[in-house]
């Protein structure tokens, strides 16, 4: 059955990078999308981007932009984001997502980001 | 940027109430709006996608209907297991996909 799991809990500095893995099972990686979603502490959903999981092409929101790099090893079914030059606001769960284009519709665990001096 | 409205914020109702939940959307996107329900310290999961499709494996008590701006979420028979918060999110081909703010369902 199609299963995502995400790496664990991340503690970090201010200015530093976190990379949060995405590992697939129970599909080929290659014929859906990743989306990457995160939600801060008592708010709601934010779509980050997502990558296509075939070709690397990634769309990410302009916020992000310059800041998030995406790679994928389709040997292992995994996608990997990091997310460069933390801010205390980028504390979060991070959450990655199977789909077609317009939807998540499996979805990792979460991954909490938590930023910190 | 679409912006997704959602209300109520927050709804309390009893076991076996039919529950409606409202999304607008600040431009057309046609019917590409999902739902997703999201219980406490768990990841978000799907129930609906484009606007009144059901996911598979999802209980028949949730359906969803609406095209344009305007979407609703109904629970028939509302069911302890319902307890969550409930999202809606719109994809269109020239913006970001977006989200609402979230509909707490709490159980009177």
């Known amino acids: 059955q199609v299963q995502v799991v995400q790496s664990g809990a991340e503690v970090k500095n201010p200015g530093a990078s976190v990379m949060i893995s995405c590992r697939a099972s129970?599909?080929?990686?290659?014929?859906?999308?990743v989306h990457w979603v995160r939600q801060a502490p008592g708010q709601g959903l934010e779509w980050m981007g997502l990558?296509?999981?075939?070709?690397?092409?990634?769309n990410f929101i302009q916020k992000f932009k310059g800041r998030v790099t995406v790679t994928r090893d389709t040997s292992t079914n995994t996608v990997y984001m990091i997310l460069s030059s933390l801010k205390i606001e980028d504390s979060a769960i991070y959450y990655c997502?199977?789909?077609?284009?317009?939807?998540?519709?499996?979805w990792g665990q979460g991954t909490l980001v938590t930023v910190s001096s | 940027d679409i912006q997704m409205t959602q209300s109520p914020s927050t709804l309390s109702a009893s076991i076996g109430d039919r529950v409606t939940i409202t999304c607008r959307a600040s431009?057309?996107?046609?019917?590409?709006l999902a739902w997703y329900q999201q219980k406490p310290g768990k990841a978000p999961k799907l129930l609906i996608y484009?606007?009144?499709n059901l996911e598979s494996g999802v209980p028949s008590r949730f359906s969803g209907s609406g095209s344009g701006t305007e979407f609703t979420l109904t629970i028939n028979s509302l069911q302890p297991d319902d307890l969550a918060t409930y999202h809606c999110?719109?994809?269109?081909?020239?913006?970001?996909?977006?989200f609402g703010g979230g509909t707490k369902v709490e159980i009177k």
């Open positions: 997502a199977r789909g077609p284009g317009d939807r998540g519709d499996y």
């Open positions: 129970g599909y080929p990686l290659t014929t859906y999308y």
């Open positions: 990558v296509n999981s075939n070709n690397g092409d990634t």
């Open positions: 431009h057309n996107i046609n019917n590409f």
């Open positions: 484009k606007a009144s």
């Open positions: 999110q719109q994809y269109n081909t020239y913006s970001p996909i977006t």
